[in-house]
C-alpha cells in the first residue's frame, strides 16, 4: 500500500497527504498561540509567535538535510574555483533559498491577519497557481521546459482563479477589506515576488537535468535551506538590534528584540509548534518539483491541498478555539476548489499515460 515508484500517482497521492495533514496542524496553531490570554490562549503577540514558528520549522527543515547529507547534490556539472569544486547549480539555488527566506515569514504574517486560515490560504494559493502557470509559458517559450499544459490544467487554473476571488473581492459588513490594507498587500507583494522567483528556479532545475543526471531534490532542498536559514539569521541579527543601532522605536522592532530578550513563558512550545510547518517544506518543495509534470499541475496539487487543509482548520480553529465559522464565500470557494482537482485527476491520467509511453516512469 504504501511502496510506490518515483514520478507514480501513488507517490503523488502519497506527498499531498502528508502536505494536508501538517498543514491542518500549521493552520490551527497559528490561531491557538495568538488567541486573546483572556480567552484562555497563550496570547503571544505576532511578532512572538512568527519567530518562535520559523524557528522550529526551519530547525526541523534543515536538521533532516544535514543529519542525512542530502547537500551532496548530483549535478550536470562540477564548477573549479582554485581548489574548490562545487555543483554548478548552486549558483542558482542559493537564490531561491534567499527568496525562500522571504516565503517563510510572510506567510505566516498572512495567517495573522485578521481573517480566516481559509481565506487566507485562498488568497496566497491562488497567486502561487497564477505563477506555475506563467512559468510554464515562460520556459516553454526558452525551450525549457517540452511538454505541453493540458487543457485541463488551463481549466483548473481558472476555477482556482475564481476561489481566490470569492474571498479578494467579496468583502461583506465586519470583514476585513484586504484590497485596501496597504499591510496586507505589502506581505501579499513580497509573497508573490519571492515565489514567482523561486518556482522559476525549481522547474529550471528540474527541467535542465542532462542525461542521466538523477533529478535530486533531495539534494535541492537541502541546499535551498542551508541558504534560507542563513538569509533568516543574517537577518533575525540585524532585525533584533535595528532598534538601538537606529535609535527607533518602532513597535514592530521592540516586539522582535523583546521576543529573545523577555520571551513569552510558552516560547518552547510556539517552537515546537513550528515542527509542523517545518514538515510542510518537504512536501512542499517534493510536490513542486514532482517528476514529469508541468509546474502548472504541481502548483495546483501544492496549492489546492493546502485550500482543502484550510478548509479543515477553519472548521476545527471554530469548534475547539471559538474561531470565526466558515462564509458563504468560503464554501463557494470550497466548490470552485473541488471542480479544479476533477480537471487535474483528468490531467493526471493522461499525464501519467504519456509518461509510461516515453519511459519517464514505471507504473507496478
Not at 461583506?172 to 528556479?201: E, Q, W
Not at 533584533?240 to 523577555?262: G, K, P
Request: glycine share 6%; hydrophobic share 50%.
Amino acid at each position: 500500500m504504501w511502496k510506490t515508484t518515483e514520478g507514480s500517482t501513488g507517490r503523488l497521492i502519497q506527498l499531498a497527504a502528508g502536505y494536508f495533514t501538517f498543514y491542518v496542524i500549521t493552520g490551527i496553531t497559528v490561531k491557538y498561540f495568538t488567541g486573546s490570554a483572556s480567552t484562555g490562549f497563550p496570547g503571544m503577540n505576532e511578532i512572538e509567535y512568527l519567530i518562535y514558528n520559523t524557528i522550529g520549522g526551519n530547525l526541523i527543515a534543515l536538521s533532516v538535510a544535514v543529519a542525512l547529507r542530502w547537500y551532496r547534490i548530483k549535478s550536470n556539472k562540477l564548477i573549479r574555483l582554485g581548489r574548490l569544486h562545487f555543483p554548478q547549480e548552486i549558483l542558482y539555488i542559493i537564490p531561491s533559498g534567499i527568496c525562500t527566506a522571504v516565503v517563510i515569514p510572510t506567510t505566516t504574517l498572512m495567517y495573522m491577519l485578521p481573517i480566516s486560515v481559509m481565506v487566507a490560504m485562498v488568497i496566497m494559493r491562488a497567486s502561487v497557481i497564477i505563477i506555475s502557470r506563467l512559468v510554464d509559458a515562460v520556459q516553454i517559450k526558452q525551450g525549457i521546459l517540452k511538454k505541453s499544459v493540458y487543457a485541463e490544467e488551463n481549466y483548473a487554473v481558472l476555477f482556482a482563479l475564481l476561489a481566490a476571488a470569492m474571498n479578494i473581492f467579496w468583502v461583506g459588513a465586519g470583514d476585513f477589506d484586504f484590497v485596501h490594507s496597504t499591510a496586507a498587500l505589502s506581505v501579499l507583494g513580497s509573497y508573490i515576488v519571492a515565489y514567482s522567483i523561486r518556482i522559476y528556479i525549481m522547474n529550471y532545475y528540474k527541467n535542465t537535468r542532462a542525461q542521466g543526471v538523477k533529478l535530486d531534490n533531495n539534494g535541492f532542498f537541502a541546499v535551498e535551506q542551508i541558504a534560507a536559514t542563513s538569509t533568516m539569521v543574517l537577518a533575525g541579527y540585524a532585525l533584533f538590534n535595528a532598534a538601538e543601532w537606529f535609535q527607533s522605536s518602532n513597535v514592530q522592532l521592540l516586539h522582535f528584540h523583546d521576543s529573545f530578550t523577555d520571551a513569552h513563558p510558552m516560547w518552547s512550545w510556539g517552537v515546537i509548534a513550528g515542527f509542523a510547518y517545518g514538515m510542510v517544506a518537504f512536501f512542499s518543495v517534493f510536490i513542486f518539483m514532482f517528476k514529469g509534470r508541468t509546474a502548472t499541475f504541481a502548483g495546483l496539487v501544492n496549492r489546492l491541498t493546502s485550500l482543502v487543509a484550510g478548509t479543515a482548520a477553519t472548521l476545527i480553529s471554530f469548534f475547539l478555539f471559538q474561531g470565526r465559522f466558515p462564509k458563504m464565500q468560503d464554501w463557494l470557494s470550497l466548490v470552485f476548489i473541488l471542480i479544479a482537482v476533477w480537471f487535474l485527476s483528468r490531467a493526471e491520467k493522461k499525464r501519467t499515460q504519456e509518461l509510461v509511453m516515453t519511459r519517464e516512469i514505471e507504473v507496478k
